[in-house]
């Protein structure tokens, strides 16, 4: 009875998913296993990998078992590793895992995998997973999805994760798939700009070779997002991930009247307009500075 409690609370803290080690060390044979398996009370999800059949399969136990079907060695990174540490909503499809360079294993449906040897500083291990690190994860996550600068965003406004830890996790993890994207997204951070939008634009601007403007430069009260001193065209742009509220909406434009009436040009471009039309953008903002 102390064996199948021990097992019933491993399962519980595991979301239902065991490997062959965990199931002998809890005390159960290879035959009491293959028997399960016949039953159907265990199902066989990777070789040495199975799923306990009396509860939901979670999107938990989906991203434990693509990680343990790989080894001890693997890791879950991107976005899986994204969804570990809660700083995103849903979990991917396919689960990203990484694992070492010289390492066996083959990924099974469902899985994309990476090969690298990562630092033990980029490791950790979270409710029973191999992960990479906060750092590491926000770093990489960013970069695998069209509007993953939000993660790198709120991982900063949370103050999970500050922006020197960011660039040591990059720095050491250079030549990864999505590494030139991340270092983009990291100096546009380093800048100043305040929110993800803010960033896609200080990108664009270097991108075009547009020069003459400086970040967050008070105007009227407040400090716009990118403003040209000289020709006193200031840029305001919109998260849409971040001010879709009422409020938000009716201070922006007390905001937008008040630089207006300070005797600057005020240019506004959403998220939208950014990442789907980027050269309309900058067709937009040469027009308003060209003198």
């Known amino acids: ?10 399962l519980r803290r595991h979301d239902g998913v065991l490997t062959l080690d965990h199931a002998l060390t809890a005390g159960i ?13 265990w199902l066989r999800c990777a070789r040495g990998v199975y799923f306990v059949n009396d509860r939901p399969f979670t ?12 080894g001890p060695a693997a890791v879950a990174s991107g976005l899986a590793a994204a969804w570990w540490h809660h700083l995103t909503q849903f979990a991917p499809d396919p689960v990203e895992v990484t694992m070492p360079r010289n390492a066996s294993g083959r990924a099974i449906a469902g899985v994309r995998l990476r090969r690298r040897d990562l630092a033990n500083e980029d490791i950790v ?28 965003d709120r991982a900063l406004q949370r103050d999970i994760v500050e922006l ?17 994207a991340a ?7 380093s800048d100043g700009a305040r929110s993800a939008a803010e960033r896609l ?4 601007l270097r991108d ?29 742009v919109d998260g849409l991930a971040f001010h879709i509220g009422s409020n938000e909406f009716h201070g922006d434009r007390v905001r937008q009247n008040a630089i207006t009436l300070a005797g600057w040009t005020v240019l506004r471009f959403t998220w939208l307009d950014l990442t789907c039309y980027p050269e309309r953008v900058v067709a937009t903002v040469r027009s308003a500075i060209r003198v």
């Open 1 to 10: 009875m102390r064996r199948i409690g021990v097992l019933s609370e491993y």
């Open 29 to 41: 044979s290879k035959h009491a296993v293959s028997r399960r398996i016949r039953s159907g009370q």
């Open 59 to 70: 999107d938990a136990a989906r991203i434990r078992v693509a990680v343990w079907s790989l």
């Open 125 to 152: 291990e979270r409710n029973g997973l191999r992960t990479t690190a906060v750092p590491l994860t926000v770093v990489e996550a960013a970069t695998r999805i069209r509007d993953g600068a939000r993660i790198l």
């Open 164 to 180: 020197r830890e960011l660039w040591r996790a990059h720095l050491r993890n250079k030549g990864r798939y999505g590494s030139p």
């Open 183 to 189: 270092r983009m997204l990291l100096r546009a951070a």
């Open 201 to 204: 634009l200080v990108q664009l």
């Open 208 to 236: 075009a070779g547009i020069t003459g403007w400086i970040t967050n430069h008070p105007v009227g009260g407040y400090r716009v997002d990118v403003a040209f001193l000289r020709q006193k065209v200031a840029i305001e």
